[in-house]
């Protein structure tokens, strides 16, 4: 916060301290951090969160060690593949790379599920406290009520002026009362992620990665077969040719090593 917000918060708060006994204005504050903090089921929801974050990394940690044991096992068999071999390992592991890549902004980039499912999961607990905020200013006749873990700097407050378990306990109420009123709602909701998420553009995504990476599996696969083809066909002419040149050595050395010619048979003596 820059100096002149500061400054004006300042005079603020000690305008309305000066003239609150004057004029009776209420002032009061809360800590939302405090109330989040002391609401169960947003506990229970960051839980199930850090437990989703976790199986997150561990996805990737494990495709990132098959990655790095495909680039061993390709350093230690380069002398004997092929060069089309060798260049199609090479692209594969790329592809797997990018594809790394992709699942991580998915997962953990500014528009990635994490973001998502934080908003989805902090929304409906502000909403909850404004709710209680509003009710309790109405109810109590409140004219000031600030936000203590918010941009205004506090540079005093008093514990007494400090509304957020009366929040929490409202929260709760109001909880129980809706789990009261719909207990068939919370059965399902056990059930289903804490924080469902409905992106119609991330699932487009989702599709379109799953696309490109059959179509890119598709692609290693014909040029795996195509090698594979040309290598066969390669070793098949190599025999043949072999073979021919075997055939004629053993064939030049039957002629050169077999019975030697006859003499030609002297005319019979005329009689």
């Known amino acids: ?14 305008t309305f301290s000066s003239n609150a006994q004057r004029s009776n204005i209420r002032i009061g ?6 109330i989040l903090e002391n609401i169960p089921e947003y506990n229970q929801a960051l839980s199930q969160l850090d437990a989703k974050v976790q199986k997150w990394k561990g996805e990737i940690d494990l495709k990132l060690r098959d990655i790095d044991k495909k680039k061993l096992d390709l350093r230690n068999e380069r002398v004997l593949l092929t060069k089309e071999l060798i260049e199609e390992k090479e692209e594969e592991i790329k592809a797997e790379e990018a594809e790394i890549l992709d699942y991580q902004q998915k997962r953990f980039g500014p528009n990635g599920d994490l973001i998502i499912q934080k908003q989805k999961l902090i929304e409906p607990i502000q909403d909850q406290v404004l709710t209680a905020v509003q ?3 109405k109810a109590k006749k409140y004219d000031f009520i600030f936000d203590k873990s918010a941009d205004v700097v506090m540079l005093y407050s008093n514990k007494r002026y400090d509304l957020s378990d009366f929040i ?4 709760t109420r109001t909880a129980k009362r809706e789990q009261a009123r719909n207990k068939k709602a919370k059965k399902e909701a056990e059930v289903e992620d804490v924080v469902p998420v409905i992106n119609e553009e991330l699932e487009a995504k989702q599709k379109a990665q799953a696309d490109n990476k059959a179509k ?11 090698a594979l ?9 190599f025999e043949e040719k072999r073979k021919k ?12 090593s077999g019975p030697p010619s006859l003499p030609q048979a002297e005319d019979e003596e005329e009689k």
């Open 29 to 34: 504050y809360i800590d939302t951090e405090y």
């Open 135 to 137: 009710e309790l200013a």
């Open 229 to 237: 083809e040309a290598r066969e066909a390669r070793k098949k002419a």
């Open 168 to 171: 929490v306990r409202t929260i």
């Open 1 to 14: 916060m820059n100096t002149r917000i500061l400054l004006a918060v300042v005079i603020m708060l000690i």
């Open 245 to 256: 040149m075997l055939e004629a050595r053993e064939a030049k050395k039957n002629k050169n």
């Open 216 to 226: 890119r599996q598709q692609i290693l696969e014909e040029r795996k077969k195509k």
